[in-house]
């Protein structure tokens, strides 16, 4: 319980601190400061009752103005790719103890340096955990290859490519000498979507879901949601999702 609340609180910090960053609520915060900071003067400065009186009066206005701009807060939901440059999820990886992954192919999100943090990260610790679920293989003339292969006007390989180098990667981490768990496994049929969920039920857990579209410019065109707990049932949909293909995916550990 504690963890989840200072988890909570440091949250709440980020979330003040990216909205100064970005001009958000200004008002709100500045007023927040200044009556906080006539309450401290007050309280201490001050040896009369009616000023007591008014620091609290001052401090109280002070945190109603706070709870003020966090409930009129809308925390961004719908991103896309930038947002890795701006909150690299790399540094989440490297402190979660459970991870879980579905990409399709791959390449893209489950590079050398990310499988490494991986190996670094959770898979250091006993209780740590990764399952990764990818495409079962197919062949560069498959409908499947072609459906991906049309996702982007640019692509720079083909996607049966792409998981075949995804997967043999996979096997080579599948043979790595670890403390914690990886298992992987794939699925013949896709869903269109990606996913990875950081920590799902721990504190500060949180999924994103990211849409392949359909000839988009690039990766980073790509559109994904970032979701966590507060988001109720659909933060568990999400959840639900995953654990229905590792539960359907061939090779994946019981």
Known sequence: M?????????????QVLDDVRRRRFLDLYATTLVSLGFAVVLLVGAD???S?????????????????????HREERFLDRSDYDRRPITEDLRRAKDVWIFAPVGSNFLTEERCDVLRRGPLARDEGAVRIVVLAEFDAGDAMSEQLDALLDHPVQKAADSLRETRARLAAMAQWPVNGTFAYGDIAFNPG???????????????????HGFRNDAIRSRMHIHLTRDDGPWYTYWLDQFEAMWR????AAA
Do not use: C, K, Q, T
Not at 60 to 68: E, S, W
């Open 2 to 14: 504690a963890d989840r609340i200072m988890e909570r609180m440091r949250r709440r910090w980020r």
């Open 48 to 50: 009369l009752p009616d």
């Open 52 to 72: 007591v009186r008014w620091s609290v009066l001052f401090a109280g206005m002070g945190f109603l103005l706070l709870r003020a701009a966090l409930a009129h």
């Open 193 to 211: 979507f990606s996913l990875v969920a950081v920590n799902p039920h721990g504190a500060g857990g949180y999924v994103n879901v990211e849409f």
């Open 248 to 251: 359907s995916a061939r090779g």
